[in-house]
T-cell receptor, first 114, second 114 residues
């Protein structure tokens, strides 16, 4: 059974510092991995999707890497801003999963202090 | 393009009542799904649909029914609400089920069952 873990559960950094968020998964047979952002009381906003054949994806200040063989993904957010404060979730779509099922990690709650 | 919309945003039910959570998308996506989000449990898949007329169970389907009569709509029915169904419910959609298909989430419905 696929399990997804995100450590740490919470992170606090001063504004301007780079953020490094970790995600690990137990079964490397995946189609893709997605990173989401969730603001308090809100839905999930898709940030990046990395296909299993890719090593990284970039969008603006965000860069996500994928090492499928070791079961790890890292989301880098450059020059953090207070507006980056949110919970970040990673989710994998496994090859053995029914439909388009995503298995989610527990999330990392980020606070960027001005 | 409204994306994925959900109604209502908030709902309070008494044990034993029934209700329908509405989900609609205007992106002509074939795949739709329902998740529930609970503290310490993450997001878990309830039901999903790969197209109009086709639905299937996820990992926590008990107590919920779905139907998909149109591509746009995917309502979730609670047959007889129980306190264990207190949760935040998210609807998601994607173009298809390939490894390149990003999943988009609605804003959620916060349900309390007394």
């Amino acid at each position: 059974k696929q399990e997804v873990t995100q450590i740490p559960a919470a992170l606090s950094v001063p504004e301007g510092e780079n953020l490094v968020l970790n995600c690990s998964f137990t079964d490397s047979a995946i189609y893709n991995l997605q990173w989401f952002r969730q603001d308090p009381g809100k839905g999930l906003t898709s940030l990046l999707l990395i296909q299993s054949s890719q090593r990284e994806q970039t969008s603006g200040r965000l860069n996500a890497s994928l090492d499928k063989s070791s079961g790890r993904s890292t989301l880098y957010i450059a020059a953090s801003q207070p507006g980056d404060s949110a919970t970040y979730l990673c989710a994998v779509r496994g090859v053995k999963a029914a439909g388009n099922k995503l298995t989610f990690g527990g999330g990392t709650r980020v606070l960027v202090k001005p | 393009n409204a994306g994925v919309t959900q109604t209502p945003k908030f709902q309070v039910l008494k044990t034993g009542q029934s209700m329908t959570l509405q989900c609609a998308q205007d992106m002509n996506h074939e795949y739709m799904s329902w998740y529930r989000q609970d503290p310490g449990m993450g997001l878990r898949l309830i039901h999903y649909s790969v197209g109009a007329g086709i639905t299937d169970q996820g990992e926590v389907p008990n107590g919920y029914n779905v139907s998909r009569s149109t591509t746009e709509d995917f309502p979730l029915r609670l047959l007889s609400a129980a306190p264990s169904q207190t949760s935040v419910y998210f609807c998601a959609s994607s173009r298809g089920t390939s490894g390149t298909d990003t999943q988009y989430f609605g804003p959620g419905t916060r349900l309390t069952v007394l």
